[in-house]
């Protein structure tokens, strides 16, 4: 049995970009940032072999947003996804990922292409994700028309390990 398909929605809906703000606690400036920044990264891809088109944009704790496209390679496996470039870039400007007391982290992902409807990041992106977002944490990707899907992390990678799985360092099971 499949899951249900989630409902697509309109980034010219006011009605609709509202109550996904409301339900993720995003501005309507920092979603209609988010689905810019992403789109706008989109172009950047460098994707010769494929012709997929793939931007994000990551919103960090702090309201910053840093965004990435997808770069693939002449040797397929070796490319990297949006979502991963976005993410790496973000931790090697300083947007640490969760700190120790709560601060630092992010807040969203949004992920766009050239596709209808919505695509969403592969498998190999959403663990990545997990281990930088909460499982709370929306993933919103929009469509060719800034359509959108929304769902949270924890959603779209049930049953995922991350970070909180493993021993910390000096208890049993962990080495070191």
Known sequence: M??????TLSST????????CKAHNLTPDEFATLSRRAA????L???????????????????????????ENASYPVGTCAERVALGRAVAEGHAAKQEGGGGGFRALAVATDVTPPASPCGMCRQ???????????????DKNRDYVV???GELLPLSFGPDKLPPPGTPGAMG
């Open 2 to 7: 499949s899951p249900p398909t989630p409902e």
């Open 40 to 43: 706008e990264a989109k172009q």
């Open 151 to 153: 769902l949270k992390l």
């Open 128 to 142: 990545f994700i997990r281990e930088f977002l909460e499982l709370d944490a929306p993933i919103i990707m929009f």
């Open 13 to 20: 809906n006011p009605t609709h970009v509202s109550s996904t």
């Open 45 to 71: 891809a460098y994707c010769p072999y494929s012709r997929f088109r793939v931007g994000a944009a990551v919103l960090t704790a702090d309201g910053s947003f840093v965004t990435g496209c997808n770069v």
